[in-house]
């Protein structure tokens, strides 16, 4: 199977052979802006963007993610092992509290960010030492890994 | 062909609304001078001005709120008057100071009155002593010490508002009033924390309160005109999200009534240029006036569409001295307009802020599009998330919503997470679309944030696009040799 | 390339009723197939599933490709032996595509006795792992099993083709750069641990993946240590303590993952080139097939009804068509691949050997991969033809199946006996695939004949003992021969034996084949072969 397609919160694994076709053969082909299905013609439009691809169709616009198959699985098995803390919306590092190799407690404060005139204090997941992906000053957009929590064995 | 006193304008201005503002300087046969900040890149400012002078500041914020570098700018480029927009600098009395002392014209009404409106209290006193409607209140200066007894005789619900404020920030609702003390408490400190200034005034707060404003324009000797009004109901955090002209809420006589009394106060202060009057709008007819915006306002787009007027031009036409256009009962409305922001926020995320590139951007034919981006740049954490406006016009309501959707379903905007998809989920809700609409409802439709999961069709359909775009997927399938392929899923 | 032209009557009574009896005979192998892929007892189920364990048939599912075919090898295995109740041997083999590559895989069936590896099981495994020795083909484990099943270890472990052989062929495997993937989702205990050990690449399963040479309960027995299976062997210690395995997965749908992104890592080799075309269905319908076999394995029919149903086009270029007729040779296309098809239509004489024995010669040098389709009763018996020398024509054919470089491939469509065997590449003579059809029978020679010989041979006997053979004693000697043969000689018993490599549906054949003749190109062709003597 050649990955999987993250749709907002649906997950569609991609099982498609070789033509392209769909797993009920359907022959897919693109041309210019039409996305042909089986002979069922849907006008597209799409830009790729690394494994990021929005397309417009349908009168929507849907923002998709491959997923590669192993990080799937590794992604859906780390919920335990590895906690990053992620951006929660684009902004700037006001500064840090903690420090880079501290061992810190479920709650503690890790860092200030600022965004849109808030300030918010993120604070640590899990149990664990904390590794800074970032620093004072740096700006960052949503989802980037500020820092990663990984718990002490 | 009118005749101006300024040879050139400068938009101290950003995004769509410099761009717009621009398209009517050129038209007007005048020279186009912007300034703008490095951060946002090749605009469709830019590409429209003929000179354009780059500023700079800690944060691109500070750059656009640099009066003295702006006039500076203005100087260097000879620039015979100012447009400042909205936002920024568009209602700061001293900086219309500053320009007017440098000798450029200040497109705007006069200083003195930007400091009317700008104080709550002043203005809504001033409105009041006048004889238009005001929600009864108080105003905390009038006696601090008996503030919060004056409050509860206003009687609940009411509205603790920061007299400094303005765009919604700051404001409390309250309906217990053994809560008054706490709420007055928090308002305060918010108020000096965001604006610098502590003091409040309470008003009665009406429920399920309709957001009216009456466009006008004044002469600055005494003469106005009203536009007819707009509904900005659908809110959300006090963000206009969605606007049209005329109000579904109003019949001809309210209508009349509300006009006239925006009408009304313009003259009253002698008002000049373009403006605009809010009230809030209780069902069974109830208005009070709410604040006067001494500026053009991002939704003025709708107004132009049923009336047929450039407020821009209108701007331009009395900051040269000229009179009102036309006198109230030769202007005519016809049909009806909508329009709707388009943010990038991630509504699905609690309309977080997003950034991105603009992969691909294509405005619905047929539609309004005023847009400060263009394809190839970046939307960025620097400013407003509010990136572009699309407009469209109908011969009713039913036909300019039914146009919106499909405007919204035509537009193309890829690379960067916006609301669009939400609109169209907005304008299809049966509340909105019977005009069943108040400053609340977006607030209790939050369901529509959520993206609904797609089909099964759709799924097909962006899975067949993935095998066709994605290299990794494509080269998955390109490996498997093609003998096999064509025997498929064979098994003996 | 010429169109074969059919000359049967597809209207006949005849036709009609010998496709009611292969359809009814294929419909038999379906459902034996079907039955000892997935009927498995309650308890094995209900074990897996509380393990939290993919049923077999899942775990292949996920590690192929979507969209290509399997061709599965042996399928019935065993179907005959232990009481049934080792359907497969436990085992799964065949060739898929995984990660675009051809592969064959070979999995331990934890359903079927925990995926204990018995006599046949080892027999099984040795045999996919020779298979992918001859073709070149990397190998996919999936291990899961109990290990040896120690009442039978005579049977399965000191001799030179038992379990050694599959770690000696690993090694080998290794050596001639193919890679092994072992997948390890349950125990490899004992000798089963040395799979993954061999294995290039190996993954392993957290929680139900342990790899050690003695189990917990062997451990405490022989030094009294105790210690649980994960420290003892389980994912986390080998894969980062020990080495033994590469890469931990978290379940095994994310082992699964990890093996097909190593294989599709693995730089592509080239391939053997022999001469393709664009592939063709056949003109005839293949079903027609069930027609043409006889309801009597006694029935001639013509070969060449067969080829058409089978070719690309029908088409077929038939060499020396005038000459040794009880042969036919000649050139045809399968899925593409020219191949050279040597066919009985009768008993072997003089000329169909010498003609069969030039015909493999010609297609040795012309690069051509050969396909056997046998139904030989054996080489003409008399007076005239010994003193023709059909001895030494027939060892002459003999030594050319033997020596040919090209790579063959062989069906046993109706009958397979004696020295008609050898001539016409049996199992001795290594050709990459071997395939029965359901009907087909393989003997020293038929069960009439044997038991027409025994009997004879028991009536000389009396003679010199001045005695007749009655006809009670004659059928006494006569019905278990003929049980013993018809038993011994079906089908279904040498695929149980791992005499062949799978009962194929004859429709299913030209996918067969197509899969076949394409995996053994991954082996190089060696040069023109130089024969033995030909003894003229």
């Known amino acids: 199977m050649q990955g999987y397609l993250r749709i907002g919160e649906t997950i569609a694994p991609l099982a498609l052979s070789k033509g392209p076709r769909l797993a009920d053969g359907r022959l897919v082909s693109l041309e210019a802006d039409w996305l042909d299905i089986g002979g069922e013609r849907w006008p597209i439009a799409y830009a790729r963007d690394g494994d990021r691809l929005w397309v417009h169709l349908g009168g929507q616009i849907h923002e998709l993610a491959w997923v590669d198959p192993v990080a799937f699985h590794e992604a859906a098995a780390a919920g335990g092992s590895n906690n990053i803390v992620a951006a929660p919306m684009p902004g700037v590092v006001v500064r840090l509290i903690a420090s880079e190799g501290q061992d810190v407690a479920e709650g503690d404060p890790l860092l200030v960010i600022e965004s849109m005139k808030l300030e918010t204090t993120l604070r640590a997941p899990a149990d664990g030492i ?10 960052f957009d949503r989802g980037a890994p500020l820092a990663t929590i990984t718990p002490k064995d | ?25 050129k038209a007007e046969g005048l020279r186009a001078l912007l300034v703008a900040h490095p951060v946002d890149g090749w605009t469709p400012a830019m590409a429209l001005a003929d000179e354009t002078v780059m500023l700079e500041g800690d944060t691109p914020v500070a750059a656009f709120l640099d009066g003295a570098a702006i006039i500076a700018a203005a100087k260097a480029m000879g620039a015979g008057a100012i447009h400042p927009g909205y936002g920024f600098l568009s209602e700061n009395a001293a900086f219309a100071r500053a320009v007017e002392a440098a000798g450029i014209v200040w497109i705007g009404p006069a200083p003195e009155t930007i400091d009317l409106m700008g104080d709550k209290i002043s203005a809504r006193r001033f409105v009041a002593e006048r004889g238009f409607p005001v929600a009864p209140s108080v105003i905390e200066e009038d006696d601090p010490g008996n503030f919060a007894a004056h409050a509860r005789a206003v009687g609940a619900p009411l509205l603790i508002k920061p007299s400094a404020g303005g765009g919604g920030k700051g404001m409390r609702i309250v309906r217990d009033l053994d809560t008054l003390e706490e709420e007055i408490a928090t308002a305060r400190s918010e108020g000096e924390r965001y604006f610098g200034d502590g003091r409040l005034f309470i008003e009665r707060y009406v429920e399920n309160p309709r957001h009216i404003e009456v466009q006008v324009l004044g002469d600055g000797k005494g003469g106005a005109l009203h536009l007819f009004e707009r509904e900005c109901s659908l809110q959300r955090r006090f963000q206009k999200i969605v606007e049209e002209a005329p109000s579904p809420a109003l019949d001809e006589t309210e209508r009349q009534r509300i006009c006239e009394a925006a009408a009304g106060i313009a003259r009253a202060c002698d008002y000049r240029g373009a403006g605009t009057v809010e009230f809030i709008y209780g069902g069974g007819g109830e208005f009070y006036f709410l604040e006067m915006n001494t500026r053009l306002q991002v939704e003025h787009p709708v107004t132009e569409m049923i009336t047929g007027v450039d407020l821009v031009e209108q701007q331009l036409a009395i900051a040269a001295g000229n009179p009102l256009p036309v006198a109230q009962d030769g202007l005519m409305r016809a049909g009806h307009a909508i329009e709707v922001r388009i943010y990038a926020e991630d509504p699905a995320a609690g309309f977080t802020p997003t950034t991105g590139p603009v992969l691909r951007l294509v405005p619905p034919a047929g539609a309004r ?29 039913a036909a300019a919503l039914a146009a919106m959707d499909g405007a919204l379903a035509r537009l193309t905007l890829l690379g960067v997470t916006t609301n669009i998809n939400y609109l169209r989920r907005l304008l299809a809700d049966p509340d909105v679309a019977a005009g069943r ?26 899975t067949a696009l993935a095998a066709l775009v994605i290299p990794d997927v494509g080269a998955a399938l390109d490996a498997v040799p093609d003998r096999h392929a064509a025997m498929g899923r064979w098994r003996n | 390339m010429r169109r074969i032209i059919s000359r049967i009557s597809t209207a006949s009574a005849d036709f009609a009723a010998n496709a009611a009896h292969h359809r009814a005979i294929a419909a038999d192998l379906a ?14 189920r209900e074990r897996l599933a509380r393990q939290g ?29 232990y009481g049934g109740e080792v359907p497969g041997a436990g085992q799964l083999t065949g060739i898929g595509i995984v990660g675009g590559r051809e592969v064959m895989i070979r999995a331990d069936d934890p359903a079927v006795k925990g995926g204990a590896w018995y006599p046949h099981s080892v027999k099984k495994i040795v045999r996919a792992l020779d298979i992918a020795i001859e073709n070149r083909l990397p190998v996919v484990h999936l291990c899961d099993s109990a290990g040896g099943f120690l009442p039978l270890q005579a049977d399965f472990f000191p001799d030179r083709y038992h379990a050694g052989r599959i770690f000696r062929n690993q090694s080998i495997l290794s050596k001639l750069a193919v890679p092994q993937v072992a997948i390890v989702m349950g125990h490899c205990t004992a000798g089963g641990a040395y799979i993954p050990a061999l294995s290039d690449y190996s993954v392993i399963v957290r929680g139900t993946g342990a790899v050690f040479l003695g189990g917990p309960p062997l451990v405490k027995a022989a030094t009294g240590e105790v210690v649980s299976v994960d420290e003892l062997g389980g994912a986390d210690m080998h894969t980062s303590v020990s080495g033994v395995a590469d890469y931990p997965a978290a379940s095994e749908a994310h082992a699964i993952a990890l093996a097909r992104e190593v294989l599709a890592s693995l730089a592509p080799r080239p391939k053997s080139r022999i001469d393709e075309a664009a592939a063709e269905p056949p003109a005839y319908d293949p079903e027609e097939l069930y027609g043409i076999l006889p309801r009597d394995p006694r029935t001639q029919f013509d070969m060449r009804e067969v080829i058409a149903r089978i070719a690309d086009g029908s088409r077929f270029h038939e060499y020396q068509p005038a000459f040794g007729t009880t042969l036919v040779c000649g050139f045809a296309r399968i899925w593409g691949y020219k191949v050279g098809i040597l066919a009985n239509n009768g008993v072997l004489f003089s000329e169909s050997a010498l003609k069969g024995t030039h015909f493999i010669q010609l297609c040795d040098k012309d690069r051509t991969p050969l396909l056997f389709l046998q139904n030989i009763t054996g080489f003409m018996v008399g007076r005239d033809y010994e003193r023709g020398g059909i001895t030494k024509d027939g060892a002459k054919m003999i030594m050319a199946v033997s020596g040919a470089s090209v790579p063959k491939f062989t069906v046993n469509a109706n009958a397979s006996y004696g020295a008609g065997t050898y001539g016409m590449a049996g199992r001795a003579f290594d050709s990459r695939f071997l395939f029965s059809w359901p009907q087909a029978q393989v003997g020293v020679m038929g069960a009439e004949q044997a038991a027409n010989v025994l009997t004879e041979v028991k009536m000389r006997q009396r003679a010199r003992e001045d005695r007749k053979l009655g006809e009670a004693e004659a059928a006494a000697i006569r019905e278990p021969i003929l049980a013993e043969y018809a038993d011994k000689a079906s089908a279904w018993h040498a695929t149980s034996e791992l005499w062949d490599d799978g009962i194929l549906d004859p429709v299913a054949t030209r996918n067969a084949l197509g899969i076949a003749i394409s995996a053994a190109l991954n082996a190089p062709i060696d040069d023109p072969a130089h024969y033995g003597v030909f003894r003229m």
């Open chain 3, 53 to 81: 364990k993919m049923r077999l048939r899942e775990r292949l599912d996920a590690l192929l490709d979507p969209g290509t075919p399997f061709l599965e090898l042996s399928t019935l295995a065993a179907g005959r032996a």
């Open chain 3, 31 to 44: 459902e034996r197939q079907r039955s000892a892929r997935d009927d498995r007892p309650e308890r094995d």
């Open chain 1, 130 to 139: 904390l590794a800074l992906h970032v620093a004072a000053g740096q700006g």
């Open chain 2, 369 to 397: 599009f005023d847009a400060g981006l263009i394809e190839g740049e970046r939307v960025h954490a620097a400013f407003d998330p509010m990136i572009a406006k699309l407009i469209v016009h109908g011969a009713d309501r």
């Open chain 2, 1 to 25: 062909m009118t005749d101006y006193p300024f040879g050139s304008v400068l938009v101290a201005n950003r995004g769509e609304i410099a761009a717009r503002i621009l398209r009517t300087v």
């Open chain 2, 437 to 462: 609409m108040h400053t609340g409802l977006i607030a209790e439709k939050a369901g529509l944030a959520a993206e609904p999961p797609p089909s099964t069709e759709t799924i097909d359909a962006l």
